[in-house]
């Protein structure tokens, strides 16, 4: 069973460009949630999309985005990039019950903005 | 807003050892999970914890929920290098982004051979 594919593993991006990471659930997993990792705040939650529709959002600004498409293949989008953006974004899949049942992550994009 | 506290934040400690990580919250939690995360790599879930005063054991692993259900505890015993990692506690948020999981910032642990 393939695990959750996240493209690509690595990005160096430049002060005010723009960048979309890739995520490719489990299969038959319909949720996919996004959080960004960094050493000071740890794990924060981003977004989460089901069924192609954004069901939470987590306390980011409005240049954090993101989509999920029929297949369940989700994206992120992260506009006007800053330094502070650097970090690792890993996104997670899983069934309905995730408060028993967990997560599955992937191995995450480590993008550093310049 | 709900928190989980980890402790501590950093253990190193030598091959053969025991050691205890600690999650703590003010908030009552339905289920707590624990993840493992190697260098470079995503977190990895290694148990959920559910009824309180629950103790679920994998090896050398023992996990242990309070009967509050708002701490838990990761005991090992005998640590090995490959237990090296960040070690994340998990909980349900059952607040602004209800459903999501809100996790601590983990305890970074060094097991040295």
């Known amino acids: 069973k393939a695990g959750v594919t996240q493209t690509p593993r690595y990005l160096i991006k430049t002060r005010g460009q723009q960048v979309t990471l890739s995520c490719s659930p489990i299969s038959g997993h319909r949720s996919v949630s996004w959080y960004q990792q960094t050493p000071g705040q740890g794990l924060q939650f981003l977004f989460e999309?089901?069924?192609?529709?954004?069901?939470n959002k987590g306390n980011f600004p409005g240049r954090f985005s993101g989509r999920q498409f029929s297949n369940s293949r989700s994206e992120m989008n992260v506009s006007t990039l800053e330094l502070g953006d650097s970090a690792l974004y890993l996104c997670?899949?899983?069934?309905?019950?995730?408060?028993?049942?967990?997560?599955?992550f992937g191995s995450g994009t480590r993008l550093t903005v310049v | 807003t709900q928190l989980l506290e980890q402790s501590p934040q950093f253990l190193s400690i030598q091959e053969g050892e025991n050691l205890t990580v600690y999650c703590n919250s003010s908030s009552v939690f339905s289920s707590l999970q624990w993840y493992r995360q190697e260098p470079g790599e995503g977190p990895v879930l290694l148990v959920t914890?559910?009824?309180?005063?629950e103790v679920k054991k994998l090896k050398r692993l023992t996990f242990q929920f309070g009967d509050a259900r708002k701490d838990s505890s990761l005991h090992i015993t005998a640590a090995q290098p490959g237990d090296t990692g960040l070690y994340l506690c998990?909980?349900?948020?059952?607040?602004?982004?209800?459903?999501?999981?809100?996790f601590g910032k983990g305890t970074k642990l060094s097991v040295k051979p």
């Open positions: 999309y089901f069924s192609e529709t954004q069901r």
């Open positions: 998990a909980g349900e948020d059952n607040g602004g982004s209800q459903g999501n999981l809100i």
């Open positions: 914890v559910v009824t309180g005063g």
């Open positions: 997670a899949s899983s069934q309905i019950d995730r408060s028993v049942n967990g997560y599955t």
